[in-house]
């Protein structure tokens, strides 16, 4: 026996471990190298054949050999325990466990069915801050400098120019600002008014507006014909539409849109206070001074309208309370599904 050939032994002994792919191979090398007949034992049985003088360097190296043989086996049990065992008590045709999918919530359900509808006529989807500046939140949409709704009992002020947007209309501006006409958006967002919270008011809602400005003309016959499309697309073909003449800063004309009463079909219920119909809208044809305000050119035509979200929710699912929306109650989100 020489120092050399217990070099040997240990590296042809640790690459084998090492190679050992299952528990079945690492004590097949267990046996070979550290079992009672294994090669180790028959080495140090050999010692008695060293010369005295060269045992004590000899036992040494053995007992370093064994001791480093016996950790390699043991690490790499450990490393491949399990490989290679047969899982036949596994059965695979076992139902996995569910884990629920959820639903839309109504609020983003009214979102996306109403940008569908006019991503279908044309309009390209737009957004803009839920933060404001004055200018684009009131001034831009000849809103005149005493009216009430920038009174702060009605807008939430950040500083002496910056506001919590008060409707989705400022998106117009930013529309026309940032390119030439035609124009054709729908932007649907956050809005937020210092309203009390009762069953139809949040100070924190939803708008839907909507803006179409070209060269050539476009009338009100133009978005009456629009919004009636879109009205009989959400709520059903059968739904009868009513436009009143209104007042808004940024349009002239102005109209406010009702929607017949999905609840008692138009004859009157509690839902429509008896009138058979339902306010869901403010449109009409932008005013030239707003056109004049974000340099366009006073000859464009366009019409613009903006929804209330959380009321075309209430109306479709028939919510009475719109806190309801807001109540992060499941019980009452499954009712949706
Ligand atoms: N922004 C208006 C509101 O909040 C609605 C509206 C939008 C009216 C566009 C006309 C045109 O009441």
Redesign the pocket.
Known sequence: MTISEIDTVKSSALGEIAAAATPDAVEALRVKYSGRNGLLPAMMKGLRDVPPAEKPAFGQALNALRAEVAAALDARKAAVAGAGEKREDFDFSLPGNWRGTGSIHPISEVIEETTRIFAQLGFTVADGPDVETEFNNFDALNTAKHHPSRDERDTFWLGPELLLRT???PVQIRAMLAKKPPVRIINPGRCYRRDTTDATHAANFH?I?GLYVDVNPVSLADLKSTLSHFAREMMGPSVKVRFRPHF?P??EP?VEVDLSCHVCKGRGCPVCKQSGWIEI????IVDTRVFRRVGYDEDCYGY???MGVERIAMIKHGVTDLRMLYANDLRYLRAFL
């Open positions: 409707q989705t209309s708008q507006e808004f940024f349009t102005s809208l403010g449109a009409g613009a309208f903006g």
